[in-house]
């Protein structure tokens, strides 16, 4: 009998293991876009296997298995007596057995399988900095990271860039189409060129946790194991570049909110705002890391940047015992210098809100009209939302009413949307 959670099997381990699945086939392969193709196949071949014949009991190699098998074969149409394939097949232990091997639904969990535990760190970071790679442009760069490294679908990633799916799709297929044009090696850059492609790493890594703690879609508010996959990476990070404080700010910011998550959602996973989160359940070792690693930062006497910016933000909520306790002032300062370093929409608005905290809801609503003015976040419940909250503090309950009920229409994610529903409701 068919077993239907073989599909739940499915989805969850290519959730948490894709980008170490196409990391092992990339390295073996050496094919960047060859490694994604036949995981995908594998993948394929996983959602009619498992679901009839079983969950196997090692998921990870059995879809790397396969996927071998999938580039063996692709090697083999290429060129059946290629030295390139020949030695693949060697080093795998193939042999002349491989032109006759198992079909794919016969693959034991016992076959040896290209799986190299003391180099899946490297062949993640060594995914990202191809993602990352000068030949793109930074949409594709973000793009193409989030599929292959964070796992996204480009419904996901589409939704978080507010762009149609056809756009994301179509980075991604040229982003692969030119990597293999350009005839980039799978391998981890030498120092030089990892300088130059930090930033865009350090970007698109950011990118993935933010999707992690505020998922832009579905039921679920927070996506752990994107959230935590980015901490990792950027732990892999300040090992690598340890002399660029940035790394260690962007540690430091990653550490410093995750330390939140344990009180941001209830027991029946909604969505608990700053004011009402029982601080109690904050993750002290990982505010201690992050401290830490923000000190590293101001040690470095360099200044802090975009991301120290934000880390020290953090913090200021980290160390207060609660919100009005919270400094307010410093925090407003931090986001006007994040404005002038890294100036954008989000960053005047998250502004708005600690002003709204220092100085009142009027002098926050001022700004936030400036940015509504400029049509500035189109398409996202952020905007509306806070200037709803804005307005119910000032009294106008019927514009208040009316943002919110945009902010509603806007929010994909059904965790954030009952929170703005209740508040609506709270209007009366």
């Known amino acids: 009998m068919a077993d239907p959670t073989g599909r739940d099997a499915v989805a969850a ?13 990339a390295r073996y392969t050496g094919d960047f876009a060859l490694a994604e193709d036949v995981a995908q196949e594998a993948l394929a071949e996983a959602l009619v296997n498992w679901p009839r014949d079983g969950v196997p009991g090692s998921p ?18 290429r060129s059946a007596l290629d030295e390139r394939y020949a030695a693949f097949a060697h080093d795998l232990g193939e042999g002349g057995a491989a032109s006759g091997g198992a079909p794919a639904d016969q693959i034991s969990d016992a076959e040896d399988v290209p799986w190299d535990p003391d180099r899946i760190d490297d ?3 060594a995914l990202t900095f191809i ?8 949409e594709a760069r973000v793009a193409l990271t989030l599929r292959v490294v964070g796992g996204l679908t480009s419904d996901e990633i589409a939704r978080a860039f507010l762009v149609p799916t056809a756009t994301v799709q179509a980075r991604i297929t040229r982003a692969k189409k030119t990597l293999g044009a350009a005839h980039v090696p799978f391998e981890l850059p030498p120092a030089y060129e990892r300088r130059e492609r930090l930033g865009s790493v350090l970007s698109v890594v950011y990118l993935i946790f933010t999707e992690g703690s505020s998922a832009s879609s579905g039921e679920d508010l927070i996506r752990l194991d994107l959230a935590s996959e980015a901490q990792r990476l950027a732990r892999l990070l300040t090992r690598l570049v340890p002399d660029d404080p940035e790394t260690y700010g962007l540690l430091a910011l990653l550490e410093l909110t995750a330390a939140r998550f344990p009180a941001r959602t209830g027991a029946d996973g909604e969505l608990v705002l700053l004011e009402h989160q029982d601080r109690r359940r904050w993750d002290r070792a990982a505010i201690r890391r992050g401290r830490a690693a923000l000190a590293r930062v101001e040690r470095a006497g360099r200044g802090l940047g975009a991301y120290g910016l934000q880390a020290a933000i953090a913090e200021c909520h980290a160390v207060a015992p609660s919100v ?16 002038r370093l890294a100036p954008s929409p989000v960053v005047d608005l998250n502004r708005a809100v600690a002003v709204s905290m220092a100085e009142g809801p009027a002098a926050a609503l001022a700004i936030v009209d400036e940015l509504a003015a400029a049509d500035a976040l189109p398409g996202s419940q952020l905007l509306p939302g806070v200037r709803g909250e804005l307005l119910a503090r000032l009294g106008r309950v019927d514009a208040a009413r009316t943002e919110l009920e945009r902010a509603i229409r806007l929010c994909s994610n059904e965790r954030e949307r009952a929170v703005l529903e209740r508040k609506r409701g709270e209007l009366g």
């Open 131 to 138: 993602a990352c790679h000068p030949v793109l442009s930074r």
């Open 13 to 25: 381990v290519w959730r948490i293991e894709s980008a170490r699945i196409v990391g092992a086939l």
């Open 324 to 339: 009005d306790a919270t400094n307010w002032e410093r925090i407003v300062l931090l986001y006007e210098a994040l404005g």
């Open 123 to 125: 062949d993640v970071l």
């Open 60 to 77: 990870v190699g059995w879809l790397l298995s396969v996927g071998r098998r999938r580039a063996i074969d692709t090697f083999r149409r």
